[in-house]
């Protein structure tokens, strides 16, 4: 890591381009006659491999009356299988001297390993066990409505501003699945039989809805005598998977609302209505928030914590989402100050970025910031794992992981300006100020 970091000094010093001096990932794609697509990448640095299985359902999948089941099912497939005893997968992994992981958001569910490469094999059988004969039976599904539970008391419910996305989400969109939480209701998983869940399984957890990507310290002909064995013969699925197609409408509007909270400072927050991941209007967005809020020397950061000091805390971040996503503004005010005067404040911050062209020196150091994160990004196999299977999946083109970062470095100045003047406005987003409970008697 210091290693690149030097690279990038030295590349900012003498403005030569980091990306230009990278190698690119090279890697090898095809599917299994089942609809499994497969992406290997070699990398013997290091004797690891990451194995990861990335399935194309998150919660925008789910019955609208039975919320919640894609994060709960990433919690379910670690159960265990009909060859793998309850509670044992993460001990096949952790014995092997490797780390498991999995996460869910609104558009899918992302399950992995990182393993010394001789246990390639275990990785790849356990993968395809939770693909083929996972456990899904009542036991399994009463110990995770317990764990969800208390996952979501824990981030949400006795979280000061932990409801923040859920109360926006659900103002931000009405018709598309994404007004929904990924935690889902509790009352939809209470409701839910054992059945509803096997069904979810069935229609979801099938080869023809997944990517097998694998990078690291491997034999590209062993792999695919280990993919073939434990992957080839598992059924596609009988029906196609569902996908909504449901397009949000315009909002017309701002929105605005109050939420009373369990907090002791109030909070400000502004989500604007912005294009999907991978449109071209999406990366001006992205690097109009980066330079509102990314590191200590962005607008909002230098001009309301340092300067006016009117915010402890204040950001920007677009969610790059599927289907068309938000950019969520958000504040914490300093002791004293009132949240329409923070609201105000942050208005003024956009402003400037929609009136006048970001400089030629701020622009250069928001290219170079691109560029070292893209390095970062594809510097671990487990990220190169991962940044293979969602290209394939949400773009149909693996390559993107060597060619997206030219997508940003074909935006101008003129495009985030465009960009802010056409998102950024008041009647494209929804605000909320979050207040103390205290002052919920007193409204």
Do not use: C
Not at 19 to 46: P, R
Not at 136 to 145: F, L, M, P, S, Y
Not at 174 to 194: C, D, F, N, Q
Not at 327 to 335: A, K, R
């Amino acid at each position: 890591m210091r290693y690149i970091f030097s690279l990038l000094a030295f590349a900012l010093v003498t403005g030569s381009s980091l990306y230009g001096q990278m190698n690119k990932i090279a890697f090898e794609e095809y599917t299994l006659d089942n609809g499994l697509h497969v992406i290997l990448h070699q990398d013997k640095s290091t004797p690891i491999v990451a194995v990861s299985v990335m399935y194309h359902v998150g919660s925008k999948n789910e019955n609208p009356d039975r919320t919640g089941f894609a994060h709960f099912f990433e919690h379910l497939m670690f159960e265990g299988s009909a060859n793998i005893g309850r509670g044992e997968f993460d001990n096949y992994v952790q014995n092997a001297g490797g780390t498991l992981n999995a996460n869910t958001t609104f558009d899918r569910t992302y399950y992995f390993e990182v393993l010394p490469s001789n246990q390639l094999g275990l990785g790849l059988w356990l993968e395809s066990e939770r693909m083929l004969h996972a456990r899904v039976d009542e036991k399994g599904i009463e110990t995770q409505r317990e764990v969800v539970k208390e996952e979501r008391r824990q981030r949400i419910d006795n979280q000061p501003y932990g409801s923040i996305l859920e109360e926006t989400f659900k103002r931000s969109y009405t018709v598309h699945p994404y007004r929904w939480p990924v935690i889902g209701s509790m009352k939809h998983l209470e409701a839910a039989e054992e059945k509803d869940y096997k069904q979810f399984y069935t229609d979801f957890y099938v080869p023809n809805n997944a990517v097998l990507s694998i990078a690291g310290d491997i034999d590209f002909e062993e792999a695919k005598m280990y993919i073939n064995k434990y992957f080839a013969g598992i059924p596609k699925s009988a029906n196609a998977v569902y996908r909504p197609r449901i397009v949000e409408p315009a909002l017309m509007a701002e929105i605005r609302d109050t939420i009373y909270d369990n907090i002791q400072l109030p909070a400000v927050i502004q989500a604007y209505r912005i294009p999907a991941q991978g449109t071209k209007d999406y990366y001006a967005v992205d690097m109009v928030s980066r330079i509102l809020s990314s590191g200590e020397s962005s607008r909002l950061y230098r001009a309301l914590v340092d300067e006016q000091q009117k915010a402890l805390f204040v950001g920007n971040f677009p969610l790059a989402l599927e289907d068309p996503g938000v950019s969520l503004s958000f504040g914490i005010t300093n002791m004293g100050v009132d949240v329409y005067e923070l609201e105000l404040a942050i208005d003024a911050e956009v402003q400037k970025v929609q009136n006048e062209l970001i400089s030629e020196t701020e622009f250069e150091k928001l290219r170079n910031q691109i560029e070292s994160e893209y390095v970062t990004s594809n510097s671990r196999v487990a990220g190169i794992a991962e940044s293979l299977a969602t290209y394939y999946m949400f773009f149909g083109d693996a390559n993107l992981i060597n060619n997206e970062i030219d997508r940003y470095l074909a935006v101008t100045r003129e495009d985030i300006q465009a960009a802010a003047k056409k998102y950024l406005v008041k009647n494209n987003r929804v605000t909320l100020h979050y207040l103390p409970k205290s002052l919920e008697s007193k409204s």
